[in-house]
């Protein structure tokens, strides 16, 4: 399994007009310097009334498929 540690802070009105779509995915950089593409969905349980503010873990197997993505 792969850890990836990141922070992110996207104001709720941003988040909700750039990121509705289904299509729609976040871009995010690691603190390993890795530029990692998510959809938007899976970080649809952290956002707040104040966005998307916080450290996050992305958890995948040895082939990089999405396991699990934790609030810190």
Same mark, same amino acid.
């Given at each position: 399994?792969?850890?990836? /540690?990141?922070?992110?802070?996207?104001?709720?009105?941003?988040? =909700?007009?750039?990121?509705?779509?289904?299509?729609?995915?976040?871009?995010?950089?690691? +603190?390993?310097? =890795? $530029? =990692?593409?998510? *959809?938007?969905?899976? /970080? $649809? *349980? /952290?956002?707040?009334?104040?966005?998307?503010?916080? $450290?996050? $873990?992305?958890?995948? +197997?040895?082939?990089?498929?999405?396991?699990? =993505?934790?609030?810190?």
């Amino acid at each position: 399994m792969n850890s990836y /540690f990141f922070n992110l802070n996207i104001p709720y009105q941003t988040y =909700l007009s750039h990121y509705s779509g289904q299509a729609s995915s976040i871009v995010v950089h690691t +603190d390993q310097g =890795l $530029r =990692l593409q998510l *959809p938007a969905s899976r /970080f $649809r *349980p /952290f956002v707040t009334q104040l966005g998307l503010k916080g $450290r996050f $873990r992305l958890v995948t +197997d040895a082939n990089n498929k999405f396991i699990k =993505l934790e609030s810190l």
